[in-house]
């Protein structure tokens, strides 16, 4: 009998499996510990991006997730405020039925829902348009018990309002629908839906971005809209939802008038919980309160640095916060187009509205919501009751463009027993045609999800940036996701998807 191999090919080979196995697994824990994705910014942008890349990602490749949150808590612009007691959200506060990223959230979070009709923000409530002197528009309120009062006091309603604006309410609601339509083809298969590099891209693709290019008094007018309807009901929403006049872009007027419409809802206790819930459940290192001040490429990673003074070293580096205010310095420097925030001031006031302020009589006349048009000098956007404590203790939202003095609501309050209030830097101030940063700032891997704000800047918005960034990083990272990878399979939300990235 005889043997072509020698004893030591024979030793070779039988250690062949064995040095493959470690090959392997050097490689593996290669994956593992040198990928690191930082993501600043804890709120429904950063915490979309961890969740949305753990989920398109094979569960073999468990590479770090950092998220640096620079205040105490998650959530960013999804916050509560506790006035005497109870919570409100202090910030976003509603989301539209066809919200999917959000209704999936909540399925999986298993957080409970409010719908705006289950709170004292009752749909059959008051509103009232005030042009500084008077209300020129006011709907009927009527209290009752049963719901049948309710539905008639809503049809009168929908009556009243078809008698000041006619069937240019109709043609509103068509130009909304139309918009929140192209909207949902976000949510499209990976088949049909391609990985975006520019925002400019995204929104051609969905059919949304001539929007972006002309006013939405513009886009409104094109479409048939009243004078009237446009100076009033518009101006209210758009006033309210962005703090802003009918001269912002058709794309962001429209998602302010979606956010208008009915079946709008909010997560029980407070939306922030979306973001909680995401960063809980996608195995992420959180570094609250640790706010980072510089980002630094030497081409092969960043270096990030905090106001701790630590340092960190990451492959792939998240922005998920708007550039436009922070202190954050990028070396080699990035360069994105000038965008001013809009600042909402959020007051909230536990106490009575006086109604010779509004030159009625008795408070019972001050509709619940009042909405203000577009009149030099009006101290408010809206003032709205969030509850009714007993007949004489409300409180109150203020949204304002300025802060709102004590000497002002002196003159608006006869009882003030608590007043809160919040400056937010609180989304792009609009204009046409929009500018788009890149979502990728320098070329390489580091991402920015808030460049998607500019288009319009919602809890939806972000978390459907944060989608299109994680499949981005995904697609130009090969060491996360090996090219040869034919196709991932991912756990849906709501059902098998494969994943080409
Ligand atoms: C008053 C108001 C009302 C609104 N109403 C609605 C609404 O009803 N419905 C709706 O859908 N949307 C609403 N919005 C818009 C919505 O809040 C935002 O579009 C959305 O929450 C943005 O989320 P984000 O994660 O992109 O940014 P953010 O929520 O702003 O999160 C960014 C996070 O990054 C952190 N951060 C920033 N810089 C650093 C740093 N250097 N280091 C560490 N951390 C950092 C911030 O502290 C913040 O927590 C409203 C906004 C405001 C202000």
Redesign the pocket.
């Known amino acids: 009998m005889s043997s072509s191999s020698t004893p030591t090919a024979t030793f070779i080979f039988s250690l062949l499996p064995l040095f493959l196995l470690l090959l392997s697994d050097a490689n593996a824990n290669a994956v593992d510990s040198a990928s690191t994705v930082c993501i ?7 915490s979309s991006v961890a969740h949305f890349l753990r989920r398109y990602s094979p569960p073999h490749l468990n590479f770090t997730i950092r998220i ?4 105490p808590v ?5 916050a509560t405020v506790n006035v005497s007691g109870h919570i409100f959200e ?6 539209h039925p066809r919200n999917l990223h959000a209704v999936n959230y909540t399925k999986l979070l298993n957080l409970a829902v409010n719908s705006p009709s289950s709170s004292d923000e009752s749909s059959s409530s008051a509103f009232g348009i005030w042009d500084g002197h008077q209300f020129v528009f006011k709907t009927l309120s009527f209290k009752s018990e049963l719901p049948f009062v309710d539905k008639i006091v809503s049809l009168a309603n929908s009556l009243l309002m078809l008698f000041r604006y006619g069937y240019s309410l109709i043609r509103m609601d068509k130009f909304v629908e139309t918009a929140v339509n192209k909207f949902c083809k976000y949510y499209e298969s990976f088949e049909t839906r391609p990985v975006f590099e520019t925002v400019d891209e995204m929104l051609k693709w969905a059919g949304l971005y001539n929007l972006t290019t002309a006013t939405l008094a513009v886009e409104l007018a094109d479409a048939g809209l009243s004078p009237l309807l446009i100076q009033e009901l518009v101006t209210v929403i758009t006033r309210i ?1 962005y703090g802003q006049s009918v001269s912002m872009s058709g794309l962001a007027g429209a998602v302010s008038l979606a ?1 208008s419409g009915g079946g709008l809802w909010a997560i029980k206790g407070g939306n922030w919980q979306m973001a909680a819930g995401l960063i809980d459940r996608s195995d992420v290192e959180l570094h609250l309160q ?4 510089s980002i630094s490429s030497n081409g092969e990673y960043y270096e990030l640095n905090s106001t701790l003074q630590n340092s960190y070293t990451c492959d792939i580096a998240v922005v ?3 550039l436009d205010e ?3 310095k990028f070396n080699p420097p990035v360069s994105i187009p000038k965008r001013e925030l809009q600042h ?1 001031h ?1 007051t909230f006031v536990r106490g009575l509205l006086n109604p010779v302020y509004f030159g009625l009589k008795s408070v019972a006349e001050i509709p619940e919501l009042v909405g203000t048009i577009e009149i030099p000098d009006l101290p408010f956007s809206s003032i709205s009751v969030l509850k009714q404590h007993d007949e004489k203790d409300f409180t109150y939202k203020i ?1 304002s463009r300025k802060p709102m003095a004590d000497a002002i609501l002196d003159s608006i309050f006869s009882v003030r027993t608590e007043t809160i209030r919040i400056n ?1 830097g ?2 792009p101030h609009y204009t046409a045609p929009e500018v788009f940063a890149p979502f990728i700032l320098d070329g390489q891997h580091l991402y920015y ?2 460049a998607f ?1 500019n288009a319009a ?6 978390a459907v940036a944060a989608e299109n960034v994680a499949r981005l990083i995904l697609s130009r990272f090969p060491s996360i996701v090996p090219l040869s990878l034919p196709s991932l399979s991912s756990e849906g939300d709501g059902g098998d998807v494969h994943v080409d990235l």
């Open positions: 600043i910014g804890s709120g429904i942008g950063g640096f949150e620079r205040n998650v959530g960013g612009r999804m202090a910030g976003a506060s509603i989301l939802n956010g640790e706010e980072i001040e998920a916060s708007p922070l202190r954050l909402t959020a949204f937010w609180a989304y999800v808030n704000e800047s919602t809890m939806e918005t972000s």
